[in-house]
């Protein structure tokens, strides 16, 4: 007891000063950017989702999506290395528990020694060959006074936290990759089926304008130009289908399947309903996101470590027990006079390597001060992503209603003119017109609602949508 006193009272006198040129912590971004988005939900005008809990790729509506989506986070070589890594951290977070729990060593010898004539010990020990036996246990524990153990092993398990967020990242990330495929491909499809429809319709118009210049009743350029539209039809159609294949092999790939079964895949559709931004937001709405979650994690896991850092600077002790056997003679090392033992405290002192510590804590402070500026970073940009996805969707909002306007008013035209035919005051061409017309309007009709989904993606995106594994 009274040597384990004196090992106290040395301890608790040698402590290594700290450094004081230490640089002052960097603050951590509070993400509280509710009034924003209110102003932005309120620009909108299309709220009304309860809160973010709601959205989710299940909220298009489409169950084919969902099956892709589904498929692709099966296998996807992405995610099997994610999952690794949690592993590890896991591993990691296990074996820092174990370094605050008693250590254990066994050890076990047999060592033949020659030992001089003309050595230390005389005949008849000197100029015999004697073998050595022994076997121990020993037992060891860290009083870990100045909270370095617990402090790694609160590293190791936020380490762990930020692999699992990183992991969810992953998985949305693909998720969100895949939804924006699904409907990239669709757009491409209903584009090129609207092109075939308005190919059709030029054929038709330039076929009237071929028959009224041989009757002499139209002058060429009509023709010329009409011809000129149809090659441009060709030319769309043609860069159109390539689009066609080029989404499909995209989405397939992202599923995990070859292009040899790209044909397997459902036919996309833009039916799925569009996002509905919520009237409120939680204030720490941003912290949910996978990657800015797992970014918060590795600040407090380097936060932690800074801490272990300080507490090298401060004297520990080890409490140590041997228990063992030890013999010359093999036959006697099971009996009772064979065994041996030893008890005492280990003083760590960190009086000569000051240097050293005091490099690896500011190594330590420094990668503290780079894991806040990039916690700080992603929360400004989690803030400017958001912001972008509401004021597209706003904007395509706005855009819709306009185009839809324009778009009745070209079906209000086709009707006429198939009326003013059938009364004999029009031609068909002007009906073929109005309906290529109409077609064009309804393109750029689809084209604003795909991109609305789109945006609708990159908003579930954004906002950190849940994805189960």
């Known amino acids: 007891m009274a040597r384990l006193l004196i090992a106290i009272v040395l301890t608790l006198s040698a402590c290594a000063r700290l450094p004081t040129d230490l640089p002052p912590r960097p603050a951590l971004r509070d993400p509280a950017t509710a009034t924003t988005l209110a102003h932005l939900a309120g620009e909108s005008g299309r709220t009304g989702a309860a809160s973010v809990a709601g959205y989710g790729w299940a909220s298009f509506g489409l169950p084919d999506l969902n099956r892709l989506i589904a498929s692709a986070l099966k296998d996807r070589p992405d995610l099997a290395a994610a999952r690794a890594r949690l592993a590890l951290a896991d591993q990691a977070e296990s074996l820092a528990r174990l370094q605050t729990q008693v250590s254990y060593s066994s050890d076990a010898g ?31 524990y860290n009083l870990d006074w100045w909270d370095k153990n617990r402090a790694l092993v609160r590293a190791a398990a936020h380490a762990a936290e930020a692999a699992r967020a990183e992991a969810a990242a992953v998985r949305l990330t693909l998720a969100a990759a895949v939804a924006d495929a699904y409907f990239a491909w669709g757009h491409v499809q209903e584009s090129l089926a609207n092109s075939r429809e308005l190919r059709a319709r030029h054929h038709g118009e330039q076929e009237l304008l071929k028959a009224r210049f041989d009757l002499g009743l139209d002058p060429a350029p009509p023709r010329i130009e009409s011809q000129k539209i149809l090659e441009l ?224 993606v990159s908003l579930f995106k954004a906002l950190g949508a849940p994805i189960k594994e």
């Open 110 to 140: 047999l060592v033949g020694e020659h030992f001089s004539r003309n050595g230390l010990f005389p005949p008849p020990m000197g100029g015999s060959t004697l073998t050595q036996a022994d076997l121990s246990q020993g037992f060891g």
């Open 233 to 456: 039809d060709e030319d769309t159609i043609r860069a159109l289908e390539y689009l066609d294949r080029s989404g499909r092999y995209r989405l397939s790939a992202l599923i995990g399947s070859d292009p040899d079964h790209a044909g397997d895949l459902p036919a996309p559709r833009l039916d799925g309903q569009l996002a509905l931004l919520p009237a409120t937001l939680p204030l720490d709405w941003l912290g949910q996101r996978p990657d800015v979650a797992a970014l918060r994690a590795r600040v407090e896991a380097a936060s932690d470590l800074a801490q272990a850092a300080r507490a090298d600077f401060y004297p520990n002790i080890d409490l140590r027990l041997v228990v063992g056997l030890e013999t010359l003679d093999l036959s006697r090392l099971l009996q009772a006079g064979s065994l041996s033992s030893s008890i005492g405290p280990a003083v760590h002192l960190p009086l000569f390597n000051v240097s050293t510590l005091t490099v690896r804590l500011k190594q330590r402070e420094t990668e503290y001060a780079a894991a806040v500026a990039a916690y700080n970073r992603a929360v400004l940009d989690a803030a400017r992503e958001v912001a972008d996805a509401y004021a597209l969707l706003g904007n395509l909002a706005q855009r819709a209603q306009a185009q839809a306007r324009a778009t009745g008013e070209a079906r209000n035209a086709l009707t006429l003119a198939r009326q003013r035919h059938e009364l004999g005051l029009a031609t068909p061409l002007d009906a073929l017109v109005a309906e290529a017309a109409l077609l064009q309007r309804q393109d750029s009709e689809a084209e604003i609602h795909a991109t609305r989904l789109r945006a609708s």
